[in-house]
């Protein structure tokens, strides 16, 4: 029953949001749980699936994200004042959202109608150790790709310093954006030739930073009491826009297919964060065909590779840091990361 499947989503999501440190997510997504069969209407679009695929789906990230872009609105001033930053009572909140949901579910429907965008750019910290390794084993520049890139900041990945406390330190300390994350396990390869000689990304439906709705949007994803995520976004934000960073829109198979065909004295790398469980089973298998047909064309002066951080097929986590790298095609673990970016347990196998 679909409502019994999203209970023990959001009771799950309720622990989830306590182990990554936010307190007022748990507490809400707990008093979502109770009152789930109140909010039928809403989850409609998921009738008849399983609660794998609502899992996969991402249903109550959708459900969160709408409430956060509400009270981010101020078109609700008992929202806006229960939430972070102005208040911290889930309950609040809670009997707050429940109010402005009677008097306009479509607004939610409309805001769940798409898979979330967080564009957490903290991942960044995660994908650096596997571009260093491109970089450090074919001895090329790098030629980037992203596929599923939101509003693109993670395209400014080069631009960003990188503090791993003692296990070592990235970029340029004059950055405007330094990440910081935990790390564990043996060096990356940090002193690798890194040089990016283009950048270009796609997305089924882009973020536009410029636009105040879609850039609301892509905050509301993040969660209200986990300020410092707000400020990176906020900073990754100022950059992207500065450097007219751009993502086209394209299906992520065809768009691989026409763009990611080696090209000779360069590395070209097909990179994704979070992205795979939300393409349908058949665009899956034609990305993995697109990638497969190129990387069968590569060769050590045009070689190919594909990055990807993603959970584990059918779960949440853990989420792993995964390399193939053609000419081979080897898959490789590189290291399992936080979903945030917070940590990396680098464990590349041995050469």
């Not at 972070?84 to 607004?107: C, F």
């Not at 967080?118 to 390794?133: I, M, Y």
């Not at 990440?179 to 990304?201: H, I, K, M, Q, R």
Request: charged share 20%; net charge negative.
């Amino acid at each position: 029953m679909l409502s019994d499947d999203l209970q023990r989503i959001f009771q799950g999501q309720a622990g989830i949001c306590a182990s990554f440190g936010s307190r007022f997510y748990a507490a809400l997504a707990g008093r979502i749980a109770e009152d789930i069969a109140e909010l039928g209407c809403l989850f409609t679009p998921w009738e008849g699936d399983d609660y794998a695929a609502l899992i996969a789906a991402a249903v109550s990230l959708r459900f969160l994200g709408s409430l956060h872009d509400l009270a981010l609105s101020g078109d609700d001033l008992a929202v806006t004042a229960a939430f972070p930053p102005a208040g911290d009572d889930a309950d609040a909140a809670w009997e707050a959202a429940k109010a402005a949901i009677a008097r306009d579910p479509a607004r939610f429907q409309a805001f769940m109608a798409h898979e979330p965008q967080t564009n957490e750019v903290r991942r960044s910290a995660c994908l650096l150790p596997g571009f260093l390794t491109v970089a450090a084993e074919t001895k090329l520049p790098l030629a980037c790709l992203e596929l599923g890139a939101s509003a693109g900041l993670n395209q400014l990945w080069p631009r960003y310093a990188y503090d791993y406390g003692e296990a070592g330190r990235w970029g340029d300390a004059a950055a405007p954006l330094t990440l910081a994350a935990d790390w564990t396990g043996p060096p990356a390869p940090w002193g690798a030739d890194v040089c990016v000689v283009s950048t270009a990304a796609c997305d089924r439906k882009p973020m536009i930073l410029a636009d105040p709705l879609q850039r609301r949007r892509l905050k509301a994803y993040l969660w209200p009491d986990q300020t410092e995520r707000m400020e990176r976004f906020d900073a990754a934000a100022t950059m992207a826009l500065a450097a007219g960073v751009t993502v086209e829109a394209a299906d992520a198979a065809d768009w691989a297919k026409a763009r990611a065909a080696p090209r000779d004295g360069v590395a070209t790398c097909v990179y994704h964060s979070i992205f795979w469980q939300y393409l349908s089973a058949a665009t899956q298998g034609a990305l993995e065909a697109a990638i497969a047909g190129h990387g069968a064309a590569a060769t050590e002066a045009a070689p190919l590779a594909w990055l990807r951080m993603e959970p584990v097929a059918g779960q949440p986590f853990p989420i792993e840091l995964r390399l193939t790298l053609w000419p081979g095609g080897e898959d490789r673990l590189l290291a399992t990361v936080h979903a945030h970016g917070a940590a990396v347990e680098w464990a590349p196998p041995a050469p």
